[in-house]
């Protein structure tokens, strides 16, 4: 039988692999775009949307951070979409870029699971007996 904690250390180690996967995919996506349309001008850019630009560019670069470094990827992502936020003056939820930052919600989450160390077998496990090849 598996116990709770070693069910959650496997679920965090899928969602660790699931927020690389999917977070590779957003930027993927995101450099599709850039290499198509080619980069804005931020000469020619307002203040704001200079600010705009630079959350956005938080949240991706979060994603790829997170492929090293879950929580100050995870953390950059999710900041990077709460100051996009409080720039629009809209509900975070209500924006249309929620994806990049619940990628980077789920690398915080997989790295706090995975801070610990990974919980033992247990006893009855075929794993867990001596002699067992």
């Known amino acids: 039988m598996t116990t709770f904690a070693r069910l959650t250390w496997q679920a965090a180690?899928?969602?660790?692999w699931t927020a690389r996967i999917l977070?590779?995919?957003?930027?993927?996506?995101?450099?599709?775009?850039?290499?198509g349309e080619g980069l804005p001008s931020l000469a020619r850019m307002t203040a704001r949307e200079q600010f705009y630009a630079l959350c956005l560019g938080g949240m991706f670069l979060?994603?790829?951070?997170a492929w090293f470094w879950?929580?100050?990827g995870?953390?950059?992502?999710?900041?990077?979409?709460?100051?996009?936020?409080?720039?629009?003056?809209?509900?975070?939820?209500?924006?249309?870029?929620s994806i990049p930052p619940a990628i980077?919600?789920?690398?915080?989450?997989c790295w706090w699971r995975l801070r610990?160390?990974?919980?033992?077998?247990?006893?009855?496990?075929?794993?867990?007996r001596a002699g067992f090849s």
């Open 13 to 16: 180690v899928a969602g660790r």
């Open 23 to 35: 977070g590779t995919l957003m930027v993927l996506f995101l450099l599709a775009f850039v290499f």
């Open 62 to 65: 979060g994603l790829i951070v």
């Open 70 to 72: 879950e929580r100050w």
């Open 74 to 97: 995870g953390l950059l992502s999710v900041l990077g979409w709460g100051l996009l936020g409080v720039i629009a003056k809209l509900p975070v939820w209500l924006l249309p870029f």
């Open 104 to 109: 980077g919600l789920l690398h915080l989450l």
């Open 116 to 128: 610990s160390q990974p919980a033992a077998p247990a006893p009855g496990n075929a794993a867990g």
